[in-house]
């Protein structure tokens, strides 16, 4: 694919996009110009006393405070730290105004965005600075002790207090650098079928496309909306829904650092909530709480697949449509999506305008309607992995192979049938097996340990663990908790096993190789 050429000094991540013939094929749904700075795109063109960003605590940056804001820390991370163009930015901490104003300004210095979880350990941030090679950080001050031992002598400013004190000595204006379209806006890492994350890129371009095609077509965000939901902003689906989609149509983003589901409803209530997006346990937890939300108007469930109980149990109770949706990090957002009336519950929807999918069979052709395969994609973003050789499993003859099963209909809608992956997908969350088992086996008294997915009513699936322990150590359920908490230590918590089973002997096929399927069928007897 021929690129415009790049504006960056750092050429990191030029050098390092996938082989040409191993692109998916892209589809142009919106033209943008060939020099383009997406943080700069959404916030002109607001009123600057509109409300921008708020917090849980009630405070409010305003479209003009914002965009003076992140130009001052645009001007902090060029002028206090030498950022150049290309350079990339680790950000770390919880959903709030500044990790957002952070990420905005890192775009608008010409920067490369690396958000990450605050949940993480120190093990797993030093894999993704070992991938990424960030510049600087920039950290929640609460949570900058993990970040020093994972990734020992970057240079770190960290926020609010020492970040904000160095923006109060800068001039708020700022001359957005003019990235070219195709340069990378940001690094998204995300969990790997083999434990090692892989890091996804996504173009300026890519960070303004799904808002003008999921953002303007389905969820139809209007400049009086207060946009909220659970999902970090170091996921994409986060990402859009909390920050880009608000943020396009000059709506408000409310953003909370933690909600149990009696919060969550507390929020939506007090901040007069009218854009929900949020995964399948959220709705059903909300509904528990008995919590009256009127001034809902549209609801989003991501991350895993919406269970039509679900679905008609909230539709029940508030009148309220959710809008399924299925995307990825390798695609940056929901590709497959209907809203109203076009929604059939117990289907994801039909494909976002803007892309195509299909369903193949294991060469890549296409099925007959009603039966099972593979799901792949394309449209206007697209997967391209940081030297990453896998690469070539996402992406086949040009189009994304997203790791599902699904069956389309006459009509054009899509039904999920399972995943057909190893990836574990529980209350949103993407959960590698291999790296669980890796922090299992880093225990001494465990021998073998494989780890799948099993069915949960509540979480859709949980982390299901099989341990071998080693001879003489007993198998009790202090054992189990006391394993779940090594995972705890060692790996971000939401990773940790739900179910721990100990077994004699993982089954195994000739050459020793783990049967996983077997333990995965074990849940269906």
Known sequence: MRLTPSAHVDTFCRDRLPPDDQWPEFREFVRYPGRLNAAAELLSGKDPAAPCLLAADGTTWTYGEADATTNQIARVLTEDFGLVPGNRVLLRGPNNPWLALCWLGVLKAGGVAVTTMALLRPREIATIRELTEPAVALCDD???????????????????????????RKDSSFFSIQTSADDVAMLAPTSGTTGKPK????????????????????????????????????????????????????ASALLLERATPAELADAIVRHRVSVLSTAPIAYRALLATGCEMPSLRRCVSAGEHLPKTVWEDFHTATGLRIID????????????????????????GRAVPGYTARVVDADGHPVADGSPGRLAVRGPTGCRYLSDPRQQVY?????????DTY??????????????????????YNI????????????????????????DADRGTVVAAFVVLRAGVPSDERKAAELQEFCKARIAPYKYP?????????PKTISGKTQRYRLRESFQQ
């Open 498 to 506: 739900r179910r721990v089973e100990f077994v004699g002997e993982l």
């Open 432 to 455: 590698a097996g291999p790296e669980v088992e890796e922090a299992l086996l880093g225990h001494p008294d465990v021998a073998e340990a494989a780890v799948v997915g099993a069915p």
């Open 325 to 348: 949706g299925i995307g990825s990090t390798e695609m940056l957002h929901i590709f497959i999506g209907s809203a109203d009336d076009e929604i059939r519950p117990g289907s994801t």
């Open 142 to 168: 609460r949570f900058a002790d993990d970040l020093a031992t994972g990734a020992p002598g970057l240079a770190t400013s960290t926020y609010p207090g020492e970040l904000s004190g160095r923006c109060a």
């Open 407 to 428: 069956a389309r209909d006459a009509d054009g809608y899509f039904w999920f049938q399972a995943r057909s992956d190893d990836m574990i997908i529980s209350a949103g």
């Open 199 to 250: 890091v996804t890129m996504h173009f300026q371009r890519d960070v303004l496309a799904i808002t003008d095609t999921f953002g303007e077509h389905v969820l139809k965000v209007q400049p009086d909306d207060v946009c909220t939901g659970t999902p970090p902003l170091g996921f994409t689906y986060g990402l859009g829904g909390l920050l880009l989609f608000p943020l396009r149509a000059g």
């Open 395 to 403: 992406v086949q003859a040009g189009w994304n192979m997203t790791g």
